[in-house]
């Protein structure tokens, strides 16, 4: 069993930058391919960035695109996400995720972090 747990979230103004990571622990963190999710109230949870076990491969949503940069540090057991000029659209509550696979592209999330919130006041 794998447990992930999110920070950094919090409330910046558009066109500022924050970084969200995850720590992971209770498992063997290279063996997934990791991800970052985001719920905004009333819209479904959306891949936003994904990285292949070894940092190889990644994948960005076409709205996040050239803004966020997800990296992994498989030696901290930890993956991040750089988001940068962020815009009122980008709030949202984003999670961490653990794939069933080491690869991309993202099949099945195998585990979740409880999340943490994002606020982007215009």
């Known amino acids: 069993q794998v447990q992930l747990v999110e920070s950094g979230g919090g409330l910046v103004q558009a066109g500022a930058s924050l970084r969200l990571s995850c720590a992971a622990s209770?498992?063997?963190?290279?063996?997934?391919?990791m991800g970052w999710f985001r719920q905004a109230p009333e819209k479904e949870r959306e891949l936003l960035a994904a990285?292949?076990?070894?940092?190889?491969?990644?994948y960005y949503s076409d709205s996040v695109k050239g803004r966020f940069t997800i990296s992994r540090d498989n030696a901290k057991n930890t993956v991040s996400l750089q988001m940068n000029n962020l815009k009122p659209e980008d709030a949202a509550v984003y999670y961490c995720?653990?794939?069933?696979?080491?690869?991309?592209?993202?099949?099945?999330?195998?585990?979740w972090g409880q999340g943490t919130q994002v606020t982007v006041s215009s």
């Open positions: 990285i292949s076990w070894n940092g190889a491969s990644t």
């Open positions: 209770g498992g063997t963190f290279s063996r997934y391919a």
């Open positions: 995720a653990a794939s069933k696979s080491p690869f991309l592209p993202w099949g099945d999330t195998n585990y």
